[in-house]
């Protein structure tokens, strides 16, 4: 199966968990795509009546518009009975890392504010420990003095071996410039060579206590459960 068949499994399998009548968190990325597309499915069939969504970013806004998934927001659900998302790391004490997409600082609100939050993805996405997939942990940082900020994360993590930060750049038509979150705020993306090897719940404290620092995309102890979807078939992790 080629990994995003592997991602349609998954999100197939968290949707199995939609009951009508629910408040559900919809999540934002390529393995979530499929649990809208699912959703949209059921209910067009009558399988599933009476869902509204809230979505983690404009571009699930989008989708869920397009599938024709009611939509509401925070303010007026602020308990969300099922949140399905994807991650980008997992590692096995169910600790994730997600916005390698933007979207995590929605994510975070609405996957903080659900009874149940249910991880989806493709076997790729396990690590031995966070920031092990040489990829970015994100930090949404506001836009003013972000040069200030960038300096006091780099500071965080001086002496670290392998460590660096970025201010994340996109390239829009021809030119290279600030990438700017769903929220008007920017990223600043952290790397570990070997993987953070230090407590996760202080670097977490640490991070935030920056003030210009709105919040990072380690989510940890969220995640209800995590569906794993590889080529030898579905593994349930549960808190
Ligand atoms: O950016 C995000 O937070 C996404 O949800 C990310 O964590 C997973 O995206 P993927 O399903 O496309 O890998």
Redesign the pocket.
């Given at each position: 199966p080629s990994q995003d068949d592997l991602?349609r499994v998954a999100a197939h399998r968290a949707v199995e968990l939609v009951e009508s009548g629910m408040v559900l968190g919809l999540?934002?990325?390529?393995?979530?795509i499929h649990a809208l597309d699912r959703i949209a499915d059921l209910l067009r069939r009558g399988t599933l009546t009476n869902i509204v969504g809230v979505p983690t970013s404009k571009k699930t806004e989008a989708q869920a518009l397009a599938l024709g998934i009611p939509l509401v927001d925070l303010n007026s659900h602020p308990s969300i009975d099922l949140s399905i998302?994807?991650?980008?790391e997992v590692d096995p004490h169910l600790n994730i890392v997600?916005?390698?997409?933007?979207?995590?600082l929605r994510?975070k609100m609405i996957e903080g504010a659900s009874k149940r939050f249910v991880v989806i993805v493709d076997d790729s996405k396990l690590v031995p420990r966070l920031g092990g997939s040489g990829l970015a942990v994100p930090v949404e940082i506001i836009p003013f003095g972000w040069e200030y900020t960038l300096g006091k994360l780099k500071k965080l993590f001086d002496g670290v071996t392998g460590f660096d930060a970025k201010l994340r750049m996109s390239k829009k038509v021809g030119d290279v410039e600030i990438d700017v979150t769903d929220n008007l705020n920017y990223i600043v993306d952290l790397y570990f060579e070997n993987g953070i090897e230090l407590d996760l719940g202080s670097i977490s404290d640490d991070i935030l206590r920056i003030t210009g620092v709105v919040e990072h995309g380690m989510f940890l102890g969220m995640a209800t459960e995590v569906i794993i979807a590889g080529k030898d078939g579905i593994k349930v992790m549960k808190k």
């Open positions: 991602k999540g934002t990325g390529s393995t979530a998302d994807g991650a980008d997600k916005g390698r997409g933007g979207s995590l994510e």
